[in-house]
C-alpha cells in the first residue's frame, strides 16, 4: 500500500527484539523500558490510523509506566474525548506490536484499515507527552519517526502527568463546541482548575498546608505549577519526593500505589498528627490521602474514601438545589472495602455498581448515570456529569438563595473535575475544597465509616490465562470448582468476602479477601491463596501463613 511507503525504512531503525511477545492490557504497553522501542513506534503508526480513522480527530500517545519501578516504561493510546483506547483496537495494538518483520507489519497495518474502513487519505493528528523515566527520550524519538512515517500533524507536550495529556486531547476535539473543555495549554489546564477552586472556597476559612508526596515524578513540579497558578492561600502546598532528577528515586518507598499497598507513610514523610498528607502516583493519575492519629497510628483515605466524601458533596448539593430527578450513583470495583459499599447503599442510600478492574470499566459504568462517580479503592477515579444531568443544570430555576448557591456549586463542581480521567491534581483539587467548605479535618472525613481489614496477596502461577471470571471478577468460572472451594472458606468468618482474579497486569493471580477482624481477614486470605496455589498449578514457593 502506497500510504505504508515508508514505514519499512523507519521501522529498520527500530527492530523488534527477538523472544519478547507484547500486549496492550488493562494500561497499554508496559514492560522494561529497553524493549520497548519497536513497539513505541509502531503506537506511532497506530494513533495515526487511529486519527484517520476518527476522521483526522487528535489522538493522544502517552509514554510513561505509571507506578511501576523507574527501569520499566510504557505506551498507551487516547481517543477523542480523552478517554481510554476503545477496546476493539486493543487486539490490532498487539498484533501490530508482535510483527517480527517490516513486511510483515506493513500487512498488519493493512489489515487494519481494511477492517476498520479507513480513509488513509485523511491527515492524522497526534499530541503526545511522556513521564519523567530516563527511558522517556528515546521512545519518544521512536513514537516520533512512527508518526512521521505516516505523515502525521503531531506536537508534543513534553513532560507532563497522564491527566494533563488526556485533557489536552479533549480541549483540541471539542474547541469550538458545545462541549468545549477548556485551553489545551498547560496554562489552560491550571487556569480552568484552579479557577473552579476558588470559586468554591471563596469565603471559607483557609485550610492548613497540605503535604505532598509526589513519588519522585511529573506530579512534582506540575502541582507546583498548579499552587503557583492558584497563587491563594487556599492551596498552601509542601512537595516532598520531588526528585526527578535523581536515578533510581521514581516511585521507590513512595507514591500512592507504595503508601495503599504497603497501608503505611512513604520514604521521606514524617507523619506529625493533625497535619495533612497525600500521595500521588508516578504519573499523577492516583491520589490517596493519610494522617496520624494522636498515637501516631497511621490512617489511609484511599479512592473508597474520596469516593463517598465526593458522593456525598454531590448529593447534598442536588438536594439543595431543588433539582428533581438528578440522582447521584457511585461505580466501585470489587476491591472496593465491603464497608464502603454498606456505607454508600445503607446511609447514604445511593445506588452502586461494581465493574471490572480498570478504568474504562468503571468509566464506561459511570457514563450510565446521571451524575457517575467512580473510584478504584488504588485512588483512581473521577465524576462523570451526563449530558442530561447538565442540561437539568442548565434548566434548573432557582427559587431561594440558597439554591442558587448549591447551582453554581454545581457548575464550579463540574469544572473543577476531570470528567476525562482520573486526575490526582484536580481530584486533590476536589477533595480539598471539599473538606474547606465542610470545615473538616482528614480525621473528621474518615469518621464516616472504619475499613474491614483487608489483605492482597499474589499467588504466582503455571498458566494465569485458566483463570475466568463473572459478576465482576468476584467469582471464578475456570478453574471449575474453585470457586466453590472459596466459598466454603469465606463462609468461616464473620462479614468474610474474598476474590480470585488474574492481574491484568502482570503473570500472577490475585487474591483479595477481608473479614470482621485482622487474623480472620489473614487467615481468610492465606487459606484462599493456599487453595489457589494447590489446585491450579501453584508456581515457585506456597504462599505463607502470616504470622
Ligand atoms: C492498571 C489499571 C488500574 C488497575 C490496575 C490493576 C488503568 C489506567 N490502570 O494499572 O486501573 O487498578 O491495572 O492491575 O486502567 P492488575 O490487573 O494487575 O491487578
Ligand atoms: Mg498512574
Not at 464502603?340 to 470499566?361: M, W
Amino acid at each position: 500500500m502506497a500510504h505504508f511507503a515508508k514505514v519499512a525504512e523507519y521501522s529498520a531503525k527500530h527492530p523488534k527484539p527477538e523472544g519478547i511477545e507484547f500486549a496492550y492490557g488493562t494500561a497499554g504497553f508496559r514492560t522494561v523500558g529497553d524493549t520497548l522501542e519497536s513497539t513505541v513506534f509502531r503506537v506511532g503508526l497506530l494513533a495515526a490510523l487511529r486519527s484517520q480513522g476518527k476522521q483526522g480527530k487528535t489522538i493522544g500517545v502517552m509514554i510513561t509506566a505509571s507506578h511501576n519501578p523507574e527501569g520499566d516504561n510504557g505506551v498507551k493510546l487516547v481517543d477523542p474525548m480523552g478517554e481510554m483506547l476503545q477496546q476493539s483496537w486493543e487486539g490490532y495494538c498487539t498484533q501490530v506490536a508482535n510483527a517480527a518483520s517490516s513486511d510483515e507489519l506493513v500487512a498488519a497495518l493493512a489489515a487494519v484499515v481494511e477492517a476498520e474502513s479507513i480513509d488513509t487519505s485523511v491527515t492524522p493528528r497526534v499530541v503526545y507527552a511522556r513521564d519523567t523515566r530516563p527511558s522517556g527520550p528515546l521512545l519518544q524519538a521512536a513514537l516520533e519517526d512512527g508518526l512521521a512515517a505516516l505523515g502525521t500533524d503531531a506536537a508534543s507536550y513534553g513532560v507532563v502527568t497522564t491527566p494533563q495529556l488526556h485533557y489536552f486531547v479533549r480541549c483540541r476535539n471539542t474547541a469550538g463546541t458545545d462541549a468545549a473543555y477548556g485551553e489545551p495549554t498547560e496554562a489552560g489546564y491550571f487556569a480552568k482548575y484552579t479557577g473552579a477552586f476558588l470559586r468554591l472556597v471563596d469565603g471559607k476559612p483557609h485550610p492548613s498546608p497540605l503535604h505532598i508526596d509526589a513519588a519522585n515524578g511529573v506530579g512534582a513540579p506540575e502541582v507546583l505549577k498548579l499552587a503557583a497558578a492558584a497563587a491563594s492561600p487556599y492551596l498552601s502546598i509542601e512537595v516532598h519526593n520531588g526528585d526527578t532528577v535523581t536515578p533510581g528515586k521514581l516511585n521507590k518507598d513512595c507514591g500512592a500505589d507504595h503508601v495503599k499497598s504497603n497501608q503505611r507513610s512513604p520514604v521521606g514523610m514524617a507523619l506529625q498528627p493533625g497535619s495533612r498528607y497525600c500521595s500521588f502516583d508516578g504519573d499523577a493519575d492516583r491520589i490517596v490521602y493519610y494522617y496520624a492519629d494522636e498515637r501516631g497510628t497511621f490512617h489511609l483515605l484511599d479512592g473508597d474514601k474520596i469516593s463517598t466524601l465526593a458522593a456525598t458533596y454531590l448529593r447534598d448539593l442536588v438536594a439543595a438545589a431543588g433539582i428533581d430527578d438528578l440522582q447521584v450513583g457511585v461505580v466501585q470495583t470489587a476491591y472496593a472495602n465491603g464497608n464502603s459499599t454498606s456505607y454508600i447503599k445503607d446511609t447514604l442510600r445511593l445506588p452502586t455498581v461494581f465493574a471490572k478492574t480498570g478504568v474504562k470499566h468503571l468509566h464506561h459504568e459511570a457514563e450510565k448515570m446521571n451524575i457517575g462517580v467512580y473510584f478504584e479503592a488504588n485512588g483512581h477515579g473521577t465524576v462523570l456529569f451526563s449530558p442530561g444531568a447538565v442540561a437539568k443544570l442548565r434548566r434548573a430555576t432557582p427559587q431561594t438563595p440558597a439554591q442558587d448557591d448549591a447551582i453554581q456549586r454545581l457548575w464550579a463542581l463540574r469544572d473543577l473535575i476531570n470528567e476525562s480521567v482520573g486526575d490526582a491534581m484536580s481530584d486533590m483539587l476536589l477533595v480539598e475544597a471539599i473538606l474547606i467548605c465542610k470545615g473538616w479535618s482528614l480525621s473528621q472525613w474518615d469518621e464516616a465509616y472504619t475499613d474491614l481489614p483487608s489483605r492482597l496477596l499474589k499467588v504466582v502461577v503455571h498458566d494465569r490465562t485458566i483463570f475466568k471470571t463473572t459478576n465482576a471478577e468476584q467469582t471464578l468460572t475456570s478453574p471449575l470448582r474453585l470457586q466453590e472451594v472459596v466459598d466454603a472458606l469465606v463462609a468461616k468468618f464473620p462479614r468474610g468476602r474474598a476474590f480470585v482474579r488474574p492481574s491484568g497486569t502482570e503473570d500472577a493471580v490475585r487474591v483479595y479477601a477481608e473479614a470482621a477482624t485482622r487474623a480472620d481477614c489473614d487467615q481468610l486470605a492465606y487459606l484462599v491463596a493456599g487453595a489457589v496455589f494447590d489446585k491450579a498449578g501453584g508456581r515457585g514457593d506456597r504462599p505463607a501463613e502470616f504470622l
